[in-house]
């Protein structure tokens, strides 16, 4: 069972700001960096965010990441139909000594 | 161009063995730490195993420990599962991540392993 978790669905019109929540304790988002990987149906994932909060090169700024304490979250502004995929968070965990990935969080633009 | 392509998936039966392959290009492979990352049909992302640049330093999932073992070859940018005793429960997509917790990952596009009798 996933250590980190996620709501397992959001949704929004085009343009609204989403916004998902991703808790995990202190041996994992509590001491370490958090990254965000998006998962569009029948592909591979790809990295969203890194470092809690820093965008790779190519993703767009309306992508934001952010953590605080033993939770993070992720934020979409000014949502958009190309949006439309699965969302996961992940970090590292002390106490397991394994990369943690969260529930993933299927987005959806109404 | 960043590209990791995995090969040698397919259908084994229960007990069998299957040995993954991944190499990558567009990249100085010796450089990067490199993973294997699951995904059973229809459900989310599952960390297998990673290795640091050497080979030296590994780490597996408790429920692979002791059936899967991992090596790389940097000198052909190559990373290797090989995976024994398989179970019905590692039926999956698996995927060759380099970098996984840093700003520099990038996923394969995956192998499908299925194991079935």
């Known amino acids: 069972q996933s250590v980190l978790t996620q709501p397992p669905s959001a949704s929004g019109t085009p343009r609204q700001r989403v916004t998902i929540s991703c808790s995990g304790s202190?041996?994992?988002?509590?001491?370490?960096?958090v990254n965000w990987y998006q998962q569009v149906p029948g592909t591979a994932p790809k990295l969203l965010i890194h470092t809690s909060n820093q965008r790779p090169s190519g993703v767009p700024d309306r992508f934001s990441g952010s953590k605080s304490g033993t939770s993070a979250s992720l934020a979409i502004s000014g949502l958009q139909s190309e949006d439309e995929a699965d969302y996961y968070c992940?970090?590292?965990?002390?106490?397991?000594?394994?990369?943690?990935f969260g529930t993933g969080t299927k987005v959806t633009v109404l | 161009e960043v590209q990791l392509v995995e090969s040698g998936g397919g259908l084994v039966q229960p007990g069998g063995s299957l040995r993954l392959s991944c190499t990558g290009s567009g990249f100085t492979f010796r450089t990067y730490w490199m993973n294997w990352v699951r995904q059973a049909p229809g459900k989310g992302l599952e960390w297998v195993a990673n290795i640091n640049q050497g080979g030296s330093d590994q780490a597996f999932l408790d429920s692979v420990k002791g059936r899967f073992t991992m090596s790389r070859d940097n000198a052909k940018s190559s990373l290797y599962l090989q995976m024994n005793s398989l179970r019905v429960e590692d039926t999956a997509v698996y995927y060759c991540?380099?970098?996984?917790?840093?700003?520099?990952?990038?996923w394969g596009q995956g192998v499908l392993v299925t194991v079935s009798s």
């Open positions: 202190s041996s994992n988002i509590g001491r370490k960096t």
């Open positions: 991540v380099r970098d996984l917790s840093g700003g520099g990952c990038y």
């Open positions: 992940a970090a590292w965990d002390d106490s397991l000594n394994r990369y943690v």
